[in-house]
């Protein structure tokens, strides 16, 4: 493991504040049980900021899988992302003009592997829902949904995860920039 360390955002999927095994501190405490440093939460929605040595993302994916699975019995995808990833991408202002609201959701959907989307995302024409573009390096589809039609963002979603997979995780852009002033502070 190298001296330096690395600030991480772990962006857990299904994660429901409900769930009993589900709370920020069960969470951060199977991070802490990894070894990783200044683990903390960002709201109650499973995204989990910490430090470690480690540089391989995949394998620090798969050990947090395991150990969720392992400790609480939760089959959890994790998405990774290291912080100079969501500094740019924040940096990069990719809703310019827009604010989140009802009619200007915007979201920003992690996938977990480099391969882009294959297909036109579903909704790109349609006039509740914008694809605003699929950012390589943070490799994340940016999105704003029409929130006016109550089923219209869990339809998206289900029509994102017909076209990108499963290994996937969504959050909007208020809780990017959330995460990303807690891996700076």
Not at 26 to 37: N, Q, T
Not at 98 to 117: I, Q, S
Request: charged share 25%.
């Amino acid at each position: 493991m190298s001296a330096v360390r690395h600030r991480y955002a772990a962006l857990l999927r299904g994660i429901a504040p409900s769930g009993r095994n589900m709370t920020n501190d069960k969470l951060r405490g199977v991070f802490e049980g990894l070894g990783f440093e200044d683990v903390a939460s960002v709201l109650a929605s499973g995204n989990i900021v910490f430090r470690s040595g480690e540089t391989d993302v995949p394998a620090l994916e798969r050990r947090v899988e395991a150990a969720l699975a392992s400790e609480l019995g939760l089959s959890s995808r994790t998405i990774i992302r290291g912080h100079p990833e969501l500094r740019a991408l924040l940096d990069s202002d990719p809703f310019p003009g827009l604010t989140h609201g009802r009619g200007t959701y915007l979201t920003a959907t992690f996938l977990k592997d480099a391969t882009p989307p294959t297909v036109p995302v579903p909704g790109q024409s349609d006039a509740l829902t914008q694809f605003v573009r699929y950012d390589p390096a943070a490799r994340v589809v940016l999105a704003v949904i029409d929130t006016s039609d109550p089923g219209r963002a869990s339809r998206f979603m289900a029509s994102l995860e017909k076209a990108c997979g499963r290994d996937i995780t969504t959050r909007s852009w208020l809780t990017v920039q959330r995460i990303v002033r807690k891996l700076e502070s």
